[in-house]
Each structure stands twice: as C-alpha cells, then as structure tokens.
C-alpha cells in the first residue's frame, strides 16, 4: 500500500464514507466517488479496513451482538416495569432500583419545579424502532424484490416514437443535470 492508501484507511475508518475518504486522502474530487469504491475492492486496503475495525471493536468493546443485545433491550422491556400510571398520575420508580434492562430503555427524564407544583417528563427509546432493526438483522423484513425467471422475455414498445423521444430526453437532461450537480 502506498501512503495515499494508507492514508485512505485511516480516513474510512472515520465515517466509514469511501468518496469522503478518499477527498481527505487526497484524491481528487472529481474522480473520489470512483477512486473510494475501487479502493475498497483492493485486497490490501480492505484487509487493512478489516484488521483495523476489527481492533476498534476489540478496544471499545463495541461488537455485533451488543448492539443487538441493546437493542432488545429496548425491544423487550415492558414499560410497566419503570412507570407507573393511573387515576392518580404517573410515577416513575427511582433510578436505583431500576435494573440494567430496565434503565437501559430510559431515553430521557426531566423534572420541573415551580412554586404552583411541577412536573416530570419521562420518555421511553423507540420499541417500535429497536424491533425494526431487530427483525431487519433476522431477515424478517425483506425491502428488496428478488425476480427470478427463466426462459425468455418478450418486449414492447407501448410508447409511440414521439413519446418514446420526450421520454428519452427527459432522462437525458436528468442525467446532465446530475452530472453537473457531482462536478460541483
């Protein structure tokens, strides 16, 4: 690897963004989208990305299963457990009598104090998030449509030629606008 590689590895691993990587690096902007990407199929860079999130993970700790663990954490723990609620108001049990599961879901708690009473704000992170990444990581949730066919495909042309060539210009100007708004 030569410096300007090197270099690219240790700015990767700040965003983990490969075009802004590669401009910090020094690579030209123009080409840094192009430049980034190539430079993450080379074997000795990726082995060095690798090794080096591999021992950030090591140092803080920080792994896959945590995340996930966090995560159900969030997911799992039922509300009732921290707050209390009914006729009389909301009440929220004392912080130290929360286990680390249960603390874990608390996203925020503050308390206002006034000469006429006050009041306590209390919010819970996002079960309904922490499930969506949950099912996401399973597999559960599938964005992408895999069309598979065998055989051969028929194809018509369902524009006139006048339509076809607004159409065409139309994405052409897109493209050139797009080019230019990369130049940029």
């Keep these: 690897m030569n410096a300007r590689q090197k270099r690219f590895v240790d700015e990767y691993l700040v965003d983990l963004n490969a075009t802004q990587a590669a401009i910090r690096a020094g690579y030209v902007e123009k080409t840094a989208k192009s430049i980034g990407q190539e430079n993450l199929t080379k074997p000795d860079i990726k082995n060095a990305i690798a090794a080096a999130l591999a021992e950030r993970s090591k140092r803080t700790g920080v792994t896959a299963d945590r995340v996930v663990?966090?995560?159900?954490?969030?997911?799992?723990?039922?509300?009732?457990?921290?707050?209390?609620?009914?006729?009389?108001?909301?009440?929220?049990?004392?912080?130290?009598?929360?286990?680390?599961?249960?603390?874990?879901?608390?996203?925020?708690v503050s308390e206002t104090r006034s000469a006429v009473g006050g009041s306590i704000k209390a919010k819970r992170f996002d079960k309904l998030k922490a499930l969506e990444l949950l099912g996401r990581h399973l597999g559960m949730f599938n964005d992408k449509v895999d069309l598979k066919h065998s055989g051969s495909v028929t194809h018509t042309n369902i524009f006139d030629p006048e339509t076809r060539a607004l159409i065409l210009a139309s994405i052409e100007k897109d493209d050139r606008r797009a080019d230019s708004r990369e130049e940029s």
Excluded: H, K, M, Y
């Design 69 to 108: 663990q966090e995560l159900a954490r969030i997911a799992f723990v039922d509300t009732r457990q921290i707050f209390e609620w009914g006729p009389n108001g909301v009440t929220l049990r004392p912080s130290d009598e929360l286990t680390d599961d249960e603390a874990a879901i608390v996203a925020e």
